[in-house]
């Protein structure tokens, strides 16, 4: 069983009893998890590895559930690894990875957060859990809460890609549009109603939820079999993913299954992107700023309030970067992950590819340095950001005479 320690504060050390707070009593940062993980042995490292669950289960240990009886589990994780090497020509990195997580079960990589956020939610009885979220968050909490036998609300901003709200309402969520912003009145309405009505909440303000994305660390360790990739890019929004990722890689440091960490980077859409700004001014603390329209919806978050300042600290120990990436350099790469690699990500994701064009461009990245770009959405999520042409969608005569001429 996964040993849990305590709940820690990471700005003033406050150590919080209770296992149900997720805000520090003191100073109001998100608490952290501290887990035991100091008797596990290279052994357990090889069971862990072998075992038949491919999902992220297999690292039981690392994460804040009591029991595997609690776990509520949809198969994610274990996410192809994919040396894109056409790609990678392309952008003059050989060693170009691809870490595909569109293919988990609701099609983002929220489903690793979830899973576990929703573990803990069962093993403590919760009957509603809710989220606000840019879409994926929403289609993931529905469907794991699903699964778990607990009713789930989502509260969208208006101007959500349908196909998101329509994914989450599948899964039986009550979905909520706001007439808002989501750094602003959704965020407002967000909290105001966790207060009244008591629900789990799934944001990256729940420290148990927050766990999950440790298991991109892991799950490289293995794919890679030990070694570790020089660089790995991470579409950033509210910064969960670089803060975990540092994390684990950070624990199995300790642990000496590997010998070295990864640097990271987080990629930000230069429509919001307050996590490169408060990067490239030196700051330790994030200064909000208004999200303006971009097609990489999914990341579209101006005020990173809970995680930002850690994925920050995160950045720079790995002596990583965080870099601004155009809507027109997002498009570009969502087009060649598609077309040289055979991989639909969505624009979001695809921001992972685009930073690593801009760094290798810059000489940050060098060519023969080993990158993994996560790509963490679905194309399907989004599908009208793929632009098509009116003679595409005409219907030809059904005569060879008519096919040579379309395809000549
Ligand atoms: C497609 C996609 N990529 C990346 C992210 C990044 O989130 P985080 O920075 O919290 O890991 C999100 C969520 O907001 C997302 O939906
Ligand atoms: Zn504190």
Not at 95 to 109: A, E, W
Not at 121 to 139: D, I
Not at 256 to 263: A, H, L, M, S
Not at 345 to 372: M, N, Q
Request: glycine share 8%; aromatic share 8%.
């Amino acid at each position: 069983m996964g040993l849990f320690k305590s709940l820690r504060c990471p700005k003033c050390g406050h150590e919080e009893v209770s296992r149900t707070v997720f805000q520090c009593a003191e100073c109001r940062s998100i608490l952290e998890i501290q887990i035991k993980i100091d008797h596990l042995i290279r052994s357990d490292y090889e069971t862990m590895r072998r075992s038949r669950d491919r999902s992220i289960w297999r690292w039981f240990d690392f994460f804040p559930v009591e029991e595997r009886s609690s776990i509520v589990s949809l198969g994610e994780g274990d996410t192809p690894l994919i040396h894109a090497r056409r790609l990678g020509e392309k952008i003059g990195v050989a060693k170009l990875y691809l870490k595909n997580d569109t293919v988990l079960p609701t099609g983002s990589l929220k489903d690793r957060s979830n899973s576990v956020g929703m573990s803990v939610a069962r093993e403590w009885g919760v009957k509603t859990a809710a989220v606000m979220s840019t879409g994926n968050a929403a289609a993931s909490v529905a469907a794991y809460a699903a699964a778990a036998g607990i009713e789930s609300i989502v509260m969208v901003p208006k101007g959500t890609a349908p196909s998101k709200i329509v994914q989450a309402r599948a899964y039986g969520a009550t979905v909520i549009v706001v007439d808002g912003d989501f750094d602003n009145e959704v965020a407002k309405l967000y909290k105001v109603a966790l207060n009244e009505f008591g629900w789990y909440d799934c944001l990256s303000s729940n420290p148990y939820r927050d766990e999950g994305k440790k298991s991109y660390a892991y799950e490289m360790a293995d794919q890679f079999d030990g070694r570790v990739p020089d660089w790995v890019i991470h579409p950033t929004a509210g910064g969960t993913g670089i803060y975990a990722m540092w994390k684990g890689y950070k624990e199995l440091l300790s642990l000496g299954w590997i010998e070295r960490v990864p640097k990271l980077v987080a990629a930000q859409s230069e429509a919001a992107a307050p996590i490169v700004a408060a990067f490239q001014k030196g700051l330790v603390d994030i200064e909000p700023v208004i999200a303006r329209e971009t097609v990489a919806e999914s990341i579209k978050v101006g005020n990173p309030v809970s995680l930002g300042w850690r994925a920050l600290a995160a950045l720079r120990e790995s002596k990583g970067t965080a870099v601004a990436v155009t809507d027109s350099e997002i498009l570009e790469a969502q087009f060649l992950i598609g077309r040289l690699a055979g991989v639909f990500a969505e624009p979001a994701a695809a921001t992972s590819v685009a930073a690593t064009k801009k760094l290798r461009g810059r000489g940050t990245i060098g060519t023969d340095d080993t990158v993994v770009c996560n790509l963490t959405g679905h194309g399907l999520k989004q599908p009208e950001a793929i632009r098509f042409s009116e003679k595409e969608f005409t219907p030809i005569a059904p005569t060879l005479e008519a096919l040579r001429s379309r395809i000549s």
